[in-house]
């Protein structure tokens, strides 16, 4: 079990990934107009950004429910 210290880092964590990922994604569909290649670079690092912000989700539900 977390103790709500490390239950807040996780949230704010989760936070911190989920805006990471949407900031990504919105520089990646303004920069894919002038540059694909780059725009494609920055989607993947909003994919891997979003991923690692659901893996954080599903530690915390697991915390919630031990």
Do not use: P, W, Y
Not at 2 to 7: I, P, R
Not at 26 to 35: D, T
Not at 40 to 61: P, V
Request: some cysteine; proline content about 0%.
């Amino acid at each position: 079990m977390l103790s709500t210290v490390e239950h807040e880092e996780l949230k704010a964590k989760i936070k911190q990934f989920s805006h990471q990922a949407a900031e990504l994604s919105n520089q990646s569909v303004k920069i894919s107009k002038v540059n694909r290649k780059e725009g494609l670079d920055l989607m993947r690092q909003a994919r891997d950004a979003s991923i690692q912000c659901q893996a954080l989700i599903q530690e915390l539900k697991k915390q919630q429910v031990a």
